[in-house]
């Protein structure tokens, strides 16, 4: 039986590739912009792709701010994805002056000068000790932006581009990535299948 | 570390995929959502997908060519081909594409990369360059599948895609494509040197020792055609190769 999952429509992101990507790992994506669907779900993912500011004023004006909140402070599944894990930080330097969602204390940063931007391809995934979803192995990254630090309350996995920077990030059933699971082969098809074995075993209630 | 990246190219045509020399006598070679699957297990680092069909009629099987792909592929995919205004690309990143490549459009009206910059972000835009040797470290633009030759110079049409907002460049050399005679490293060095964004160099792959020496001059990946679709040596067989010169390579 497919595990319901619902999909935050961020606008412009790669959904065709998320959505086909969740359903490989048996799970049925249905996406939505709506609150209410949102409030119900019991496991969420935000995709995103674009600019930070552009995706907050997409998020604020289909009133999800809250709701999106709301399910990550409840420790509910959650599956963040490339802008989708800087969104929960609390600014980007990417659009200054705009708010993120402020669930982590980390900052986002542009890569340093120098290097070649965007990072296009795959980096290597170094997890610390205590992550048990994130596993050592290959990602694929799209991003000019990064977080710098893993936040406090989460296990960390990190990669290097001009210095190490914020691979992943979990907690629980909780997990937001930089690189793209759903583009990274059979390692993130396996990632993604222990997320979802996650979100099952911490309480399987419906989309 | 990033990687270094390999990349099949599929050139589709009415649903098939096909190979040319310089564009020209295409011949079957199979179709492209197994090949894009047997890439994948392979070691393939992503996928570029050209549509070449040359009617509108064949235009019409791309998105679903890109659905069917998608639906098996599980590493990125770009698609090019046709790409004239933004809504096009937006209906190819609908059906599956990961990233749009553009040459033509973006050569008559460049401030198209900058629209599909703002609205899809600059990591999703690839401009497509083919460029065609005019004498010693010089080439210009050629759009039309090659047939026409514009007065834009390659490596300063790079340079101001990347700063109206292309974020990777697929540069094809004309001279070399299907020839398998080596990539035009000159052109590749040149190009690379001239923006801060990935290269990918592409036209006259035959040998590793040519995508090894590409990847030298500058170019964060290397696209082939041709020696992966005939059965000549596979992804994994060039990477292992690319490894063992001390190329940093996913294995």
């Known amino acids: ?207 | 570390m990033l990687t270094r990246r390999v990349i099949p190219c599929l050139d589709v045509r009415d649903g098939r995929v096909v190979k040319g020399v310089r564009f020209q006598g295409l011949r079957d070679a199979g179709d492209p959502a197994e090949r894009a699957a047997a890439y994948e297990a392979q070691g393939a680092d992503e996928l570029v997908l050209l549509d070449v069909s040359a009617t509108p009629e064949g235009r019409g099987h791309a998105l679903d060519t890109v659905r069917r792909v998608r639906d098996v592929l599980g590493i990125p995919l770009t698609v090019g081909g046709g790409v004239r205004v933004v809504d096009d690309a937006a209906a190819l990143l609908d059906a599956g594409a990961d990233k749009v490549a553009v040459n033509t459009a973006a050569v008559r009206a460049p401030e198209i990369l900058g629209m599909l910059a703002e609205r899809f972000g600059c990591q999703c835009v690839v401009l497509a360059i083919d460029a065609a040797s005019t004498g010693p470290g010089a080439w210009s633009v050629v759009v039309r599948s090659g047939t026409e030759r514009t007065r834009r110079e390659a490596v300063g049409w790079a340079r101001e895609a990347v700063h109206r907002g292309a974020g990777e460049i697929l540069l094809t050399s004309w001279d070399r494509d299907g020839t398998r005679s080596g990539y035009d490293l000159e052109l590749v060095s040149a190009v690379s040197r001239a923006v801060r964004v990935p290269v990918i160099a592409s036209g006259g792959a035959d040998t590793s020792e040519h995508l090894a020496a590409a990847l030298r001059a500058g170019a964060s990946a290397v696209l082939a055609a041709s020696i992966f679709h005939y059965g000549d040596t596979t992804v994994a067989a060039i990477k292992a190769e690319l490894a063992a010169c001390g190329l940093e390579v996913r294995p």
């Open chain 1, 1 to 207: 039986m497919p595990e319901p999952v619902c999909v935050i429509r961020t606008g412009s992101a790669n959904l065709a590739s998320v959505v086909a990507g969740l359903r490989r790992v048996h799970a049925a994506p249905e996406i939505t912009t709506d609150p209410s669907v949102v409030r119900a779900a019991n496991r969420l993912v935000l995709p995103g792709v674009g600019a930070f500011g552009a995706a907050m004023a997409q998020l604020q004006q289909a009133s999800l701010v809250d709701a999106i909140r709301e399910h990550v402070r409840s420790g509910k599944p959650f599956l963040a994805i490339c802008l989708g894990l800087q969104l929960l930080g609390p600014a980007s330097e990417e659009s200054r002056g705009v708010d993120g969602l402020g669930l982590v204390d980390s900052r986002v940063a542009r890569f340093p000068e120098g290097l070649i931007v965007p990072q296009l391809g795959w980096n290597r995934v170094e997890p610390a000790d205590g992550c048990r979803l994130l596993q050592e192995g290959y990602a694929y990254y799209a991003n000019s932006y990064r977080m710098t630090e893993v936040p406090s309350g989460w296990q960390g996995a990190t990669s290097q581009h001009g210095g190490p920077f914020v691979a992943a990030i979990e907690r629980g059933a909780q997990l937001a990535c930089q690189f793209h699971p759903e583009l990274s082969g059979a390692w993130g098809r396996e990632l993604l299948e222990r997320w979802l074995a996650a979100s099952v075993a911490s309480g399987g209630m419906p989309c």
